[in-house]
């Protein structure tokens, strides 16, 4: 693959090079090869993960209980790729409890949730869905978080408008702070 590869790239590189363009032919490059992949448990094969039309929180609205002035809630629902993810995150306050909530803007079917954690992460916290967002019904709970770690959580359609995270105890003596937030609908 990676001769097929070259060998399809390899005139344009040249030309590319000649004019100085270099950094743009490898960033083309990566971007073309790569693709963010997970599993679709109910046919138990590997599919795309193509961001911009799975997730029902990207570039919604999202709000916590605090954030710091460096990585606000906002940050969590912007549109990143594979390779500049981490230049953007959400970091609230050192204390216990602090939450992060997505404004889905109407109510509709949910069943899976992605959070992707930075060093500061929460060890016990739980995932709720709420059409209202005074209402809070639990669809995950766990107290094993960890830090630079990934919680995929499938569960049970709901119809929700809101979705949080609420921290009740952090992995370290800093604040809670995400990455991502995403939520889904999977077939």
Request: zero cysteines.
């Amino acid at each position: 693959m990676a001769a097929i590869i070259f060998g399809l790239f390899g005139a344009l590189g040249s030309a590319l090079r000649a004019r100085g363009d270099l950094v743009l032919e490898n960033l083309a490059l990566r971007q073309q090869l790569y693709q963010d992949w997970d599993l679709n448990a109910a046919a138990g094969t590997w599919r795309t993960f193509d961001r911009s039309t799975r997730d029902l929180a990207l570039g919604k609205t999202a709000t916590a209980s605090s954030a710091t002035a460096a990585n606000p809630a906002s940050a969590v629902t912007t549109a990143t790729t594979y390779q500049n993810y981490t230049a953007t995150r959400w970091e609230s306050t050192a204390s216990d409890p602090q939450w992060i909530m997505v404004d889905l803007g109407s109510a509709m079917e949910v069943d899976r949730v992605i959070l992707k954690w930075y060093t500061d992460y929460g060890k016990s916290f739980t995932i709720q869905t709420s059409t209202d967002s005074t209402t809070w019904t639990d669809v995950y709970s766990t107290t094993t978080g960890a830090s630079y770690s990934v919680t995929d959580v499938t569960f049970a359609k709901t119809t929700a408008r809101y979705v949080r995270m609420n921290g009740t105890q952090r992995g370290n003596t800093n604040g809670y702070s995400l990455f991502a937030f995403m939520v889904l609908d999977d077939p």
